[in-house]
Every structure is written in structure tokens, then in C-alpha cells.
């Protein structure tokens, strides 16, 4: 039975990510997030496995309202957090909280951090080189949040093993 591990950077400019090591695969896709609102089918259609070939566990990065944020964008964010964890706990996938200090420390280990982001991606890059870090094919740069959630499918399977 395959044991694909699904990363979750939630938030409109995050990403879901699949890896599946027995498979030797990995996909990512950018949150799918439109017109202020969450993609709920799509979302769905992400995190839909067959449980007769698939046993799937989920890392989801743990989040919290940040300073300064708008009421508003805190409510959406805690929003589409909780529809993320509704979805896993619907389609009966068992999951992981992480706080994203907890696996930068350990996936990120000996990486230069103070860039921020670019430290993500160029980790995500070396360790998934196969893989487009590009929202679209038009995008010229990399999405951070498709990093992430790589990494932290990562984070997953290190967990697991």
C-alpha cells in the first residue's frame, strides 16, 4: 500500500503538496483560492485518495493570527484554516499540526534563514528537482508556498519513517 504524505501551507498564497515515496513521485499545486474565497471542490479533488491504494497522512503547517493583520484577513485566514482541517477530517486523514520554527528547524538545518522565503525554495529545489515550483507556466518566479508545502510533506516523511 502506498503512503503518500500531503503538505498543507494554508492561506491564500499557500500550496498542497503530495509526495509518495514508494512511488518516488511528487506534485504540488498552489491553494486554490479565487475571488476571496476557497476552491472547495478543487480542494476536495486534492486531498481525495483511494483507500483501497492509498494511506495518506497530512502535515499542516500551524497558524495563528499575526501582528498587525487586519481583523478581517485573520478571520479569513482562521477561516479557510479551519475548512482545510474539516476536509482532512472528512476524508478520514489522519494529520499532523506543526509550527512552521518546528520544521524549518529540522528541514531547513544549515540553511542561511534570514532570507526569509528564498531559503524554502532553494531547499524545495535541491531536494525536489523534478518539480515546478511555478504557480503557471507564465509565472517567472517561484511560488514560496508550493516550496512550503513540499517541505513540509517533507517534514512529514522524516516524521514517519
Known amino acids: 500500500m502506498s503512503k503518500s504524505i500531503i503538505g498543507i501551507d494554508p492561506g491564500a498564497a499557500g500550496a498542497i503538496a503530495v509526495i509518495n ?63 482545510l482541517l474539516g476536509m482532512l477530517g472528512a476524508f478520514q486523514i489522519p494529520y499532523h499540526e506543526v509550527p512552521p520554527q518546528t520544521w524549518k528547524k529540522v528541514i531547513l538545518a544549515g540553511e542561511n534563514k534570514d532570507d526569509g522565503k528564498a531559503a524554502s525554495i532553494r531547499v524545495a529545489r535541491r531536494l525536489f528537482p523534478g518539480v515546478s515550483l511555478r504557480a503557471s507556466e507564465r509565472c517567472r518566479s517561484d511560488h514560496d508556498g508550493m516550496a512550503e508545502a513540499l517541505l513540509l510533506a517533507e517534514f512529514g516523511r522524516r516524521m514517519r519513517a
Request: hydrophobic share 35%; with cysteine; glycine share 6%.
Open 21 to 83: 515515496p514508494d512511488k518516488r513521485m511528487a506534485q504540488v499545486w498552489p491553494m486554490p483560492y479565487s475571488n476571496k474565497a476557497y476552491d472547495l471542490d478543487r480542494i476536495r479533488q486534492l486531498l481525495e485518495f483511494d483507500p483501497e491504494d492509498e494511506e495518506p497522512f497530512a502535515v499542516i503547517e500551524k497558524v495563528h493570527a499575526r501582528p498587525k493583520q487586519g481583523v478581517s484577513s485573520t478571520f479569513a485566514f482562521g477561516c479557510g484554516y479551519g475548512i
